[in-house]
Structure formats: C-alpha cells, structure tokens
C-alpha cells in the first residue's frame, strides 16, 4: 500500500507508533540511523535546523542560558557558517552527555536541588494528609493533653500516702517497704491505663 492510500488519522497514528519504537530503542541503549533520527526528529526542512540560539532552545525544551551554558561543554557542536544550528546534532550531543559520566557539577546539584525539591513537596503533602486523617494533633493539642496527663498522674500519686499510711502502722520496715512498693506499683498501673485512655 503507499502512503496514498491511508487517511490522515491512520498515518498520524503510523508516525506516532515509528517514533514510539525509535524512543524505546534509545531507552534501551541503541545507536540511531539517520533515518531514525529523521522520523523522530523530523525531515531537514522540518526543524531540523534552528536560525538562532533561541530558536534551538525552543526545540529542546530549554531556556537559552542553557545552551550558552552547554556551549562552554567540551564537544558541543558549532552553529553553521551561515549561524544555523543543527537541532538533532545538539539532541545527540545532550544524549550522549547524559548518558556518559562526564556530568557537570552544575547539572548534577540542579538535579539534586530538584530532587530535593519534589521529596519536600511529597513530604509535606504526606502531611498534610495524616493532619487530614486526625493522624496528627497541633502544637497546643498536644500541650493540653501532656498538661492533662501530668494531672492525672499527680493526683493518683498523691493519693499514696492517704492510702497506704493506716496499713503501714505498726508494720516492720520490711513490710512497710513491700506494701508501699505493691500501691506505688498500682498506682503506675493506674496511670498506664489513663494514658491508653487518652491514645484512644
């Protein structure tokens, strides 16, 4: 069948799945054919070439101190006499820059930087959703409850000395300690179980 013979949509598609497979083989590692470079960066009249700098930083998706930064790198390849650029020249150029270890350390700390910028955006939704859930209390929540806490804890040992002084008269120093040791034990169980409460 030629070209003819398919609608528009079914070569749009056609195109689509060709530079579909062209990626993947770059994913994977592969060297590309000129014609590869040609379907998935287009025909030489096509933006193949740039007029300007600011023009080939529209191609590639970056702002133009990029590509004056990049200009500085070894093997960069040189605009045309006539002050063109060769778009997929530059594109194979980034790509094997990338893929080598020659990476700047300017490149590698905007990487990391952004790295660093996406995980705190991640932490902080995290957050956001446990404050959501009731996961999380506030500042002053948490003061309250500790304040309550505390309360709760002096008033039961407080209480010792009321409750253990008339079992301990006339008891040996041994048996004093013991029972005082069975209501201070108690009295810990007590508040143990106040602080269950106020988890629940």
Request: glycine share 4%; hydrophobic share 35%; with cysteine.
């Amino acid at each position: 069948m030629t070209e003819n013979n398919f609608t528009d949509a079914q070569l749009d598609a056609i195109r689509k799945k060709e530079k579909a497979n062209i990626i993947k083989r770059l994913e994977q590692g592969h060297t590309l054919t000129d014609s590869q470079r040609l379907i998935l960066y287009g025909k030489e009249t096509d933006n193949r070439y740039a007029k300007n700098q600011t023009e080939l930083a529209e191609y590639l998706g970056v702002d133009r101190k990029t590509i004056q930064r990049w200009r500085k790198e070894n093997n960069f390849p040189v605009a045309m006499a006539d002050g063109r650029w060769d778009v997929v020249a530059v594109r194979n150029w980034r790509e094997n820059t990338r893929n080598s270890s020659d990476i700047s350390e300017e490149d590698m700390s905007k990487a990391e930087g952004e790295a660093r910028r996406v995980w705190l955006q991640v932490e902080k939704l995290e957050h956001e959703i446990e404050v959501s859930k009731g996961n999380y209390i506030t500042v002053d929540q948490a003061k309250s409850e500790i304040s309550r806490m505390c309360s709760i804890a002096r008033g039961i040992l407080l209480a010792i000395p009321d409750t253990i002084a008339p079992l301990i008269i006339g008891l040996s120093a041994i048996e004093a300690q013991e029972k005082l040791r069975k209501e201070i034990d108690h009295a810990l169980r007590q508040i143990s179980s106040e602080k269950m409460d106020l988890r629940e």
